[in-house]
């Protein structure tokens, strides 16, 4: 049956101690059915304070399981290493002999830092190393790289040792204090060995011997996972008892005691139990389990009653919550369309209806709803501090995009002014701008829904990185004029003019045959002085704002031509209207292009500042032009800047109209816009704001 264990009992201590006889002086802390757990043996080596007292202050150490069927658990334990400047080789078995199976250093320049390693052992101060399977001896040899010289004041002593790794936490106090460490990791930290018996046998191999084979009756064999061999007994479900003495394992009556599981009547069987339930009952008659219950028509029809009449009553409730919710989101929904215009809208709108087929552009919170999918987040098209623009598809399948905005503080006449500001620029009709094509009032904030446009922001492909851009000179000639033609529209050929307010090249569209589209117009509210003086902010976006805004407290047609100024030196240049910080280094006098734009012009360095691309393919004469006209529309003054027309016709001067085959070059302008308004009381959906203040910075700097 192989080699045993002998476990002594120590009557010196009080209460005695038990040990395994065989293996030294081996303390056993616990035994199981697999497992033993011992006091361990620590390496430590100290420095500079000799007077330090504890046990085994030695160097080296080692416990040595030749002699008994045990092997060092390789899944419970762990080699550790404890020290600042400390190293140890761990030596082992193998089927050579003994050798260094393993080694670990650990190291910490200041207290501090291994502080912050508190519980780990990654190194710092503490390091682990992992034990093999089948290990019967272990030794550990503790050294030190540098002595402890720089670390000694607060790590006098290193220590290595193997234990059970569950139980060691890694604390930075056991760097300063080696005594406690000592008395906590030997009274705390045990280490795990596995137990077994059979010499180098498998349970098959063990079974052809039954006069030598370990496990007695009613026991199963188990082949013990180790390079070695061996095996364990276990007693078979049902059985209780010691499976390695005569007679084996006894039968367990489950029937008996506190854990009887049947909820009637029990009964015991070889290795198991049965549960029975009393005559008229049904079920497995177990606690965790159906246990019994009454066998009668009348209580199964009973019970189905009583579900039906439960399953009919938490429908009706439902339907009834279900009504009462719809109604009051119905009337929720009625109170914001009237606080938001909603009638006056109808009303106005009505007139032009008649005898189309069209919808009155008032859409319904639910079917915004649908079309964006719940507002879905993967519908999200951009955001700021606006609100939100969400991708919508409406059930004729139109792409639509939806502006749903923050809230804001509305009275009677700002509703006014948003009915007609939404009926005019409904009408706004123009190839390249992004046609407003309706709103919804039943929310707490209206959400405007315009055309979708679906190949990006002029923006994006100005300064996109990599690639071969296909804003050549001809494609930016071509998309300068479409936006200004649009801007100019707006301005000029609609009955009430319409002022942009925040013109720059990421609210200009391209659609997927790179036609520009003025986007947001009509989006923000210009500033009076009283606003001004009360502490409002005047909107915009920081390089693009018209510096003479800020001495008259207005924003003009003019701030619209100096904005698309703005936008032509970026198509020009390729740089930001707010210049990189690369720029800024280059040229470390100014912040914005529009500056830096003019003082190059003005200084003959023109050519040194225009995209390479469009120098190779443009004129010198043509750029020269072009930068004028860019000039003449940052002008300080605004009466000395061209109007959106003027820039338009001069763009339209550079025009080759047969080199873009793919641009429809006739459209058809709507200017037919009967409803009145003020020129500057457009409704604010701002998509860019900063303060007063920044914006003066930013104008005495342009």
Known sequence: MGYW???????SFNPPKPFVSDVGE???????ETQIR????????CYGEESLTFNNKSSATYISLSTAPFVFSDTANKFTVIGCDDFATFVGNDSQGFTTIASCVSTCSTPEYAVKHNGSCSGFGCCQTFVPKGLKFFGAILSSVFNHSGVSDFNQCGHAFIAEKDKFSFDSADLSDPVSFHTRTNNNVPVVVEWFVGESQTCRQAQKNLSSYACQQNSKC??????????RCSCMPGYVGNPYLPPGCTDDNECAGPHNECTNSCINTPGSYICTCPKGYDGDGMKNGTGCTINSQFITWLSAGL???FLFLLILVSCIYLAIRRKKLKEKRKKFFGQNGGLLLKELLLPQDRGTTESSNIFSAKELKIATNNY????VLGKGGFGMVYKGILKDGREVAIKKSKLVDQNETQVKEFV??????????HRNVVKLIGCCLETEVPLLVYEFVSNGTLFEHIHKKGGTSWLNWANCVRVATEAANALAYLHSAVSTPILHRDVKSANILVDKSYTAKIADFGASRSATIDQLQAGTKLLGTPGYMDPQSFQTYQLTKKSDVYSFGVVLAELLTKEKAVLSERKMKEDNYFTYLARYFVMSVESGRLMEIIDPQLSSEASEAQLVSMANLVKKCLHLKGEDRPTMREVALELEGFQNPNSH??????????TNLVVQRKEDDLYPVPSNQYSYFDSQASAMES
């Not at 011992?38 to 080596?45: G, V």
């Not at 188990?222 to 095996?231: A, H, L, R």
């Not at 879905?376 to 519908?379: A, I, V």
């Not at 085959?661 to 709507?670: A, F, R, S």
Request: aromatic share 12%.
């Open 222 to 231: 188990i082949d013990f996972d180790n390079d070695s061999g061996g095996y």
């Open 420 to 429: 007609n500001e939404v009926v005019i620029l409904t009408q706004v009709k």
């Open 307 to 309: 579900s039906f009449v």
């Open 38 to 45: 011992s006091t361990n043996f620590i390496a430590s080596k």
């Open 5 to 11: 264990y002998n476990i002594r009992c120590n009557t």
């Open 376 to 379: 879905s987040e993967d519908r």
């Open 661 to 670: 085959p793919w641009v429809v070059q006739d459209y058809e302008e709507t």
């Open 26 to 32: 081996l303390e056993i802390l616990d035994i199981s």
